[in-house]
């Protein structure tokens, strides 16, 4: 983002899908990965300085539609606990909670466009 005073369309867009996102991370993820992004203990795996969220961009994309089964390693502890997709969200409502997760808790990823995700769901093959 540019320094405070500076507005673009660009920003707009970006504070639009954080501002969103931030509601659907609350309403789907934040029960399990917490508010704060810590996870839960070794049940569910924390999002903030997640070394698995910045290696594997595209598998989160596909992970919060579609779920994952089976163990990933998220700094250096394993988890192995089912996480069941949201289905139902949109390629675009993806993007939002990507935009939140992936700016949030020392991350700074930039705005994750819905481009980005419709791209990422054609390669999970599901």
Not at 82 to 105: H, P, Q, R
Request: aromatic letters at 10%; glycine letters at 8%.
């Amino acid at each position: 983002m540019q320094a405070c005073g500076l507005s673009t369309n660009r920003d707009t867009k970006f504070q639009q899908y954080y501002v969103k996102g931030e509601q659907l991370y609350i309403q789907h993820c934040s029960n399990c990965h917490q508010k704060d992004g810590r996870g839960l203990g070794l049940v569910y795996p924390p999002l903030a300085q997640s070394d698995y969220m910045t290696q594997n961009v595209d598998q989160v994309l596909c992970l919060m539609k579609y779920g994952v089964a089976g163990e990933i390693v998220v700094n250096g502890k394993a988890f192995n606990k089912e996480m069941k997709g949201v289905f139902s969200l949109t390629d675009l409502e993806v993007a939002e909670i990507a935009t939140y997760i992936y700016n949030t808790w020392e991350h700074n990823q930039g705005i994750i466009d819905i481009a980005d995700v419709t791209k990422a769901h054609q390669k999970c093959g599901n």
